[in-house]
T-cell receptor, first 113, second 112 residues
Framework: DAGVIQSPRHEVTEMGQEVTLRCKPISGHNSLFWYRQTMMRGLELLIYFNNNVPIDDSGMPEDRFSAKMPNASFSTLKIQPSEPRDSAVYFC???????????FGEGSRLTVL | RKEVEQDPGPFNVPEGATVAFNCTYSNSASQSFFWYRQDCRKEPKLLMSVYSSGNEDGRFTAQLNRASQYISLLIRDSKLSDSATYLCVVNRGSSNTGKLIFGQGTTLQVKP
């Protein structure tokens, strides 16, 4: 399995605050995905990277959202400033190079008050 | 219109029943297809890939119809433990570089 560690697991913050979500792949991969899940909209693809390069960020809601992948072992998703409508579970996932299977982290549950 | 569409359900079935889910996709350039399972408050996990010729894994059968752009999942002899949300996933692009789009999911509840 490709392991994925996400932090924080839960975050509650106030509107206007900056939020940084982190993803740490444990083993090798070549693609990393950030998804957001809500009851209303399901799993939405925000952005994905191949070989640490952002390939498609068309799912990023607006300029308040940004994502980086400075190396193969770390990625961040930042929201600044946060709004209540950003409340969701944010998942990071790695794709197995050979099978195409996605391995998800346990998610970061964000609540913006 | 969403790129990947599923009936959200819920599907409520008794144990032992056979249940089928369909999923349609709009982008004809899609090249690979999957079914994922998500338990309540957990992350999605791969259930099975969907091959052009159809494939079976125990009680689960997946089919792909490229002409009509739909994918199906059949569960036979359903168990209580099959209760979950089933997510259809379409890869727009090659298997190891393309964009993976999820449907909203179909919820299955198997009752004793």
């Amino acid at each position: 399995d490709a392991g994925v560690i996400q932090s924080p697991r839960h975050e509650v913050t106030e509107m206007g605050q900056e939020v940084t979500l982190r993803c740490k792949p444990i083993s090798g991969h070549n693609s990393l995905f950030w998804y957001r899940q809500t009851m209303m909209r399901g799993l939405e693809l925000l952005i994905y990277f191949n070989n640490n390069v952002p390939i498609d960020d068309s799912g990023m809601p607006e300029d308040r959202f940004s994502a980086k992948m400075p190396n193969a072992s770390f990625s961040t998703l930042k929201i600044q400033p946060s709004e209540p409508r950003d409340s969701a579970v944010y998942f990071c996932a790695l794709r197995d190079h050979y099978t195409g299977e996605l391995f998800f982290g346990e998610g970061s549950r964000l609540t913006v008050l | 219109r969403k790129e990947v569409e599923q009936d959200p359900g819920p599907f409520n079935v008794p144990e032992g029943a056979t249940v089928a889910f369909n999923c349609t996709y709009s982008n004809s350039a899609s090249q690979s297809f999957f079914w994922y399972r998500q338990d309540c408050r957990k992350e999605p996990k791969l259930l099975m890939s969907v091959y052009s010729s159809g494939n079976e894994d125990g009680r689960f059968t997946a089919q792909l119809n490229r002409a009509s752009q739909y994918i199906s999942l059949l569960i036979r002899d359903s168990k209580l433990s099959d209760s979950a949300t089933y997510l259809c996933v379409v890869n727009r692009g090659s298997s190891n570089t393309g964009k993976l789009i999820f449907g909203q999911g179909t919820t299955l509840q198997v009752k004793p």
